[in-house]
């Protein structure tokens, strides 16, 4: 599956936080730089995961329709424009099984001790960053609950 990210930069500062979700918009993410990097303006990185429906959009298409959503959702981007804009596409970004492809696997397996984590397994995410995350913190539940006590 695609994922799509344009980045816009302003000449001045458009959001407090680091970053926000968007829900019911395209772009579902949306995180600012200035707060990692440092500095007054703000260079925003608009994320859109699953990104079949807008990857084949041109450059200037997709720079209108994440500008157009930033005004829309954070109240200190109205009435401001981009002064840059680029897009990365990532058109294999993620895998999507198809209808009736095996299940992607839950962390416990039948070896004792053995757990699984990553991106691919069952979260109930698309196997992004987000869904590596949730898995690598299953597992380790897991892990800790299922050990034996050190003796000392």
Same mark, same amino acid.
């Given at each position: 599956m695609p994922i799509v990210t344009v980045n816009l930069w302003y000449d001045r500062q458009v959001m407090d936080e680091a970053f926000a979700g968007l829900p019911g918009r395209t772009m579902q993410w949306?995180?600012?730089?200035?707060?990692?990097?440092?500095?007054?303006?703000?260079? @925003?990185?608009?994320?859109?995961?699953?990104?079949?429906? %807008?990857?084949?959009?041109?450059n200037?298409? @997709?720079?209108? @329709?994440?500008?157009? *959503?930033? *005004?829309s959702s954070l109240p200190g981007a109205?009435?401001?424009?981009?002064?840059?804009?680029?897009?990365? =596409?990532?058109k294999q970004a993620t895998f999507s099984l198809a209808p009736g492809q095996p299940p992607r696997p839950k962390p416990e397996t039948a070896v004792r001790g053995l757990v699984l984590a990553g991106d691919w397994t069952d979260t109930g995410l698309p196997a992004? %960053? *987000?869904g590596a995350v %949730?898995?690598?913190?299953?597992?380790?539940?897991? %892990?800790?609950?299922? =050990?034996?006590?050190?003796n000392g």
């Open positions: 949306v995180f600012d730089k200035r707060v990692a990097f440092g500095g007054t303006a703000s260079h @925003l990185s608009l994320v859109s995961s699953g990104a079949t429906a %807008i990857v084949s959009q041109s200037e298409e @997709l720079s209108a @329709l994440a500008a157009r *959503e930033v *005004e109205r009435g401001t424009r981009p002064v840059r804009a680029t897009v990365v =596409r990532e992004t %960053i *987000e %949730i898995s690598g913190y299953r597992a380790a539940e897991l %892990i800790t609950a299922t =050990r034996e006590p050190v």
